[in-house]
């Protein structure tokens, strides 16, 4: 089947400890993302990565770092999080980017919940 | 902000009604899809719409885009309680050399049996 994973689904954890969030695609996609989701805010872009070893920042990049190092894994890392990354976390991916643009459906993980205390 | 945005925020229907929920955006596109979304799960695509494309329809939905108006509205017909989610538009951003999807900020469907 299909699928983008993360995990875990739900974190909760202390302010300053490390920590990773993994997200594997069993699809081949070369394009992977992150998003988070807060209330009244939407979903926006944190980091992307276009293939292995491309990344660039999204919207709001700051505390947080990623890795590509294989095409079908890009975890989220977060070297001291703070309270204010408490949110709903998402990983999607695509095939490709084209010249038309991302002009296919994205395919999201089931979100990891995070929170800071 | 780049965000595009729904309209209603929050939509409450009966089983079997109608419910039409629109989207604006900001900048020019290459397509624009619509996704739901089951409480705090992952989104889950409904359909995509080309620029140049101005209605699609798929089962229930139909959706059409007026890019002279920079906006977009999905009607389900004979709504269901299943179809109790919220439902975001996106738009593929590519601005400064990025490249994202832009996310409305949703409305939140409920239908009541």
């Known amino acids: 089947e299909a699928q983008v994973t993360q995990n875990p689904r739900y974190l909760i954890t202390v302010t300053g400890k490390k920590l990773t969030v993994t997200c594997s695609q069993n699809m081949n996609h070369e394009y992977m993302s992150w998003y988070r989701q807060d209330p009244g805010l939407g979903l926006r872009q944190i980091y992307y990565?276009?293939?292995?070893?491309?990344?660039d920042k999204g919207d709001v990049p700051e505390g947080y770092k990623v890795s590509r190092k294989e095409k079908r894994n890009f975890p989220l890392i977060l070297e001291s999080p703070s309270p204010n990354q408490t949110s709903l976390y998402f990983c999607?991916?695509?095939?490709?980017?084209?010249?038309?643009?991302?002009?296919?459906?994205?395919?999201f993980g089931q979100g990891t919940r995070l929170t800071v205390v | 902000s780049q965000q595009g945005e729904e309209d209603p925020q929050a939509l409450s229907i009966q089983e079997g009604e109608n419910a039409t929920m629109n989207c604006s955006y900001k900048t020019s596109i290459n397509n624009l899809q619509w996704y739901r979304q089951n409480s705090g799960r992952g989104l889950v695509h409904l359909i995509l719409?080309?620029?140049?494309?101005r209605e699609k329809h798929s089962g229930r939905l139909r959706v059409t885009l007026d890019t002279s108006k920079k906006s977009s509205s999905l009607l389900i017909t004979a709504s269901r309680a299943a179809d109790t989610a919220s439902y975001f538009c996106a738009t593929d951003g590519r601005t400064s050399g990025t490249y994202k999807y832009i996310f409305g900020t949703g409305t939140r469907l409920k239908v009541l049996a």
């Open positions: 990565s276009m293939n292995v070893e491309v990344t």
């Open positions: 719409i080309r620029s140049n494309e």
């Open positions: 999607a991916s695509i095939p490709r980017v084209t010249g038309e643009g991302m002009n296919t459906e994205a395919f």
